[in-house]
């Protein structure tokens, strides 16, 4: 047995390991079967749900940057019903499993999470604030504190199980994202959602995208995601979910060293499906290989010059 | 010996690691890369492979980052590991990155993928038609099918036709266009189809190639009621349903994903006029 106690504790959740996958990078998880055994990892989000089924947008809706890639998928999802029915029972039995939700009104989220809510292997619900919110001329819910804090409210109301809220890093500052969640009720905050971005096509003299803008993710935005870790655990005391271009166990050590009690792996899942249990494997070896007994130890333990 | 030609699915995928054996110019721009992948569980005719050249591990490539899907040409039963052998052609920096891989060096591969090509009804002709990189797509089926195919191969010049000298010895009646030229009919592939659809008996279309060739394949083979499947190429990050970034648009509306619901599709289910 590992020297290692890998365990830790993240808004409500105890998990096995601080590594999880990253909703709308990681399918409903079945589709990861033949290349890794969903029980290394602390957990995965699921991709994102709404009410009813959603079609995306129409292609490109991918392409590659300097060393990330921009989507715009627009939460293609089978809906709640499907996933509840469908996608869950294909889950093999010890997988910590987290429902995500999205919605464009704040009471079809509420509605999304009271769905998910009682019923069995749903741990626990991370609700994605990045969607453009319709009656704020659309803003992000994540990028207005009075939006952001309704949204968390109605959900806070909606659901029993432990509330993690996933923010946008598209703000002046996350540190008051934070808090408003915080002081709504949420478990827990995860961060950071993709860069809202733009590429170009010279020669069409397009974006590159189909939909104009896209969500940057993948290594290319791991510093601005430490930075935004960083600043969300100064300003809140419930924990922070930590996720933006994590390859290695060395970046999920990064990301514990700036204040997140638990990991998301995300565009990575694309390049290498088993990934994820490499990081999960990898941290607890550099854990002992650093005398570290808990990997608990690590959050937040960033050292000043 | 025929082989027996693939009905659903293909071997389940694997995430393994290959390493060059080797890697070559075959003409113009297009390579010919042999790797050897342990665990590597074969094929069927259609299937694609997400290759990442360059150690993934400690110290991840992070640019270019993404895998590029490549067709599986063939393979070869070796002593030890599996050979896999790829066409492609260079054209950007993630072809660049795997043409300059040297023998020895690994490539990260995830697949088999995708779902492959059926074979034809008992008594149908096999036309596969093929354009460009879409050549490599159809090289297995046409080996499978060997003297019941008839192959139709086109690109702009003679140095384009990658895998040619193969295709001539599989004994499958070969015909080539090319738009210059250069080779055979000067012209279009499509037109070479166009004639074989004319002769009587039933025929189904096989095709893979560049958007506007799988469009007129699939016009030409409505106007005369034969079947056509068409397998795509789109970019895409996985190769395994979760990026959604493969979308295909249908005629019935909404999407499919090129990655696991094709690469092969009826041509007549794709609104081609929106694929990109």
């Known amino acids: 047995m590992s020297p290692v106690d890998t365990t830790v504790e993240l808004g409500g959740l105890r998990l096995r390991n601080p590594v999880l996958t990253a909703s709308g990078t990681f399918g409903y998880g079945s589709e990861f079967a033949p290349f890794l055994d969903l029980r290394r990892l602390g957990g995965f989000v699921a991709k994102s749900l709404t009410l009813e089924p959603r079609v995306g947008n129409p292609p490109p809706r991918i392409a590659e940057a300097p060393s990330g890639m921009l989507n715009a998928i627009s939460l293609e999802n089978v809906g709640v019903e499907a996933f509840v029915s469908e996608k869950l029972p294909a889950l093999p039995e010890g997988v910590t499993i987290v429902g995500s939700v999205f919605e464009t009104e704040i009471d079809r989220y509420a509605e999304v999470c009271k769905r998910l809510t009682g019923v069995p292997r749903v741990a626990a619900l991370e609700i994605n604030a990045s969607c453009p919110h319709v009656e704020s001329g659309g803003i992000e819910f994540g990028q207005d504190p009075r ?19 996933k923010l946008s890093p598209n703000v002046t500052s996350v540190a008051e994202m934070a808090r408003v969640c915080e002081g709504e009720g949420a478990d ?24 104009g803008l896209g969500g940057l993710s993948g290594p290319a935005i791991r510093p601005i995601a430490l930075r935004m870790v960083w600043q969300a655990h100064r300003a809140v005391s419930i924990p922070v979910c930590g996720m933006g271009g994590i390859e290695t166990p060395e970046d999920a050590v990064k990301f514990l060293l700036c204040g997140a009690s638990a990991v998301q792996v995300g565009t990575s899942n694309y390049l290498d499906p088993a990934v994820s249990g490499r990081v999960a494997e990898g941290l607890e070896a550099w854990a002992e290989r650093h005398g570290v007994a808990r990997l608990a130890d690590l959050v937040g333990a960033l050292e000043p010059w | 010996m025929v082989e027996a030609t693939p009905s659903g699915a293909g071997p389940a995928p694997i995430r393994g690691e290959g390493t060059v054996v080797s890697n070559r110019v075959e003409a113009g721009a297009n390579h010919r890369l042999l790797l050897r992948i342990p665990g590597w569980p074969g094929f069927a005719p259609g299937q694609f492979a997400m290759l990442s050249p360059g150690a993934r591990g400690a110290v991840p490539r992070s640019d270019p980052l993404l895998p590029r899907p490549m067709a599986v040409y063939r393979q070869h039963p070796a002593n030890g590991a599996p050979q896999v052998e790829i066409l492609y052609k260079r054209v950007g920096r993630g072809t660049g990155l795997l043409a300059e891989a040297s023998p020895g060096q690994r490539v990260g591969v995830v697949g088999p993928l995708g779902r492959p090509f059926a074979a034809p009804e008992p008594g149908e002709r096999a036309l596969l038609v093929a354009g460009g990189t879409g050549i490599a797509s159809v090289y297995e089926l046409a080996r499978r099918l060997a003297g019941r195919a008839r192959v139709l191969l086109g690109a702009r010049g003679v140095d384009d036709l990658m895998g040619l000298d193969d295709f001539a010895a599989l004994g499958a009646e070969l015909r080539i266009a090319t738009e210059d030229g250069s080779r055979g009919f000067a012209g279009r592939v499509t037109a070479l189809l166009e ?3 004319a002769e009587p008996g039933p025929a189904r279309v096989f095709a893979c190639g560049p958007t506007a060739m799988l469009r007129r394949c699939a016009e030409l083979a409505r106007a005369r009621g034969t079947p056509c499947v068409a397998a795509l190429e789109n970019h895409m990050a996985c190769g395994f349903g979760v990026c959604l970034g493969c979308a295909a648009p249908l005629r019935a509306g909404g999407f499919a994903l090129v990655c696991c619901e094709g690469p092969v599709f009826d041509a007549e289910r794709i609104a081609w006029e929106r694929l990109p």
């Open chain 2, 195 to 197: 004639e074989a659809l």
């Open chain 1, 147 to 165: 939006v952001l804090a309704q949204l968390v409210r109605a959900v806070r109301c909606a659901t029993s199980l432990p509330l993690w809220i």
């Open chain 1, 188 to 211: 827990a905050v995860s961060l950071i959602n993709s860069v809202q971005a733009l590429e170009v096509d010279v020669e069409t003299r397009r974006p590159v995208l189909a939909n």
